[in-house]
């Protein structure tokens, strides 16, 4: 399936105007590798200096303090062998410009922000074991989120955080009693080929089931006062 006949279906499986619910599609995507391959995140790793690289620890489910050093003829930048000892500890990779630099995922995101008119980013979220990701939260951005190898249980619930309301800060045991009073829209496993629709503030969760690999593609409409990235890709004129 095209990237074209792809996105007509996902615009043309629900009536948008008056139905902003979590959705999945199973299967839809038949070659999921076009979007990412394990040769693509080897290659952000070795040059992080190109690449907005953090670990979501696999225990504390918080960030992983890696330092960035000074470099000469680059911005500041982790050290490569340090990444890749965080990675075998089993940690949870996400690279949050996955496409910086890439004509072709470029040309991608261009793809879909023609049809939903957003402002788009392709994200990493990846593991060689079970690390689990993000405790439930909650993000300003809807989001599209592509399985491309292993399995991941996703809990999508109905309920939605206000814009009206200052994020407070609050315990842990507070939130998770929250949590349990929620209502989980979707509460399933994916699998390679399958793509899950998260609204903006949608509570959500992620629990990667083994080693995994998968793409998120945030849309951001709240910010009209920053310019649209020009995706084209310009030839040198002669």
């Known amino acids: 399936m095209t990237i074209s006949s792809l996105l007509t279906k996902i615009a043309s499986g629900k009536n948008w105007f008056i139905d902003d619910t979590p959705q999945i599609w199973r299967g839809i995507v038949d070659d999921p590798h076009q979007f990412a391959t394990w040769e693509d995140v080897e290659y952000c790793i070795n040059n992080p200096q190109f ?7 696999k225990e504390h489910l918080e960030w992983v303090d890696i330092q960035k050093h000074p470099r000469c003829w680059s911005r500041d930048s982790e050290d490569v062998n340090e ?70 249980h996703w809990t999508v619930y109905n309920n939605r955080c206000s814009n009206i309301v200052e994020q407070a800060e609050i315990s842990h045991e507070e939130f998770n009693d929250m949590v349990s009073q929620m209502d989980p829209a979707i509460d399933t496993l994916l699998t390679p080929g399958d793509i899950i629709y998260i609204p903006a503030r949608c509570y959500h969760q992620a629990k990667p089931d083994g080693k995994r690999l998968s793409v998120s593609i945030p849309m951001q409409h709240m910010l009209p006062h920053m310019k649209p990235v020009d995706r084209t890709y310009h030839a040198l004129p002669h």
């Open 83 to 152: 990444l890749i000892e965080v990675w075998k500890d089993g940690h949870n990779l996400v690279i949050n410009n996955f496409d910086s630099g890439n004509r072709y995922k470029q040309e991608l995101l261009q793809s879909f922000e023609k049809v939903f008119k957003g402002r788009m980013a392709l994200h990493i979220y990846a593991a060689y074991t079970g690390s689990s990701s993000f405790r439930v939260h909650q993000d300003t951005a809807n989001n599209f989120i592509l399985q491309i190898e292993g399995k991941t």
């Open 51 to 57: 690449y907005d690289i953090k670990f979501i620890h």
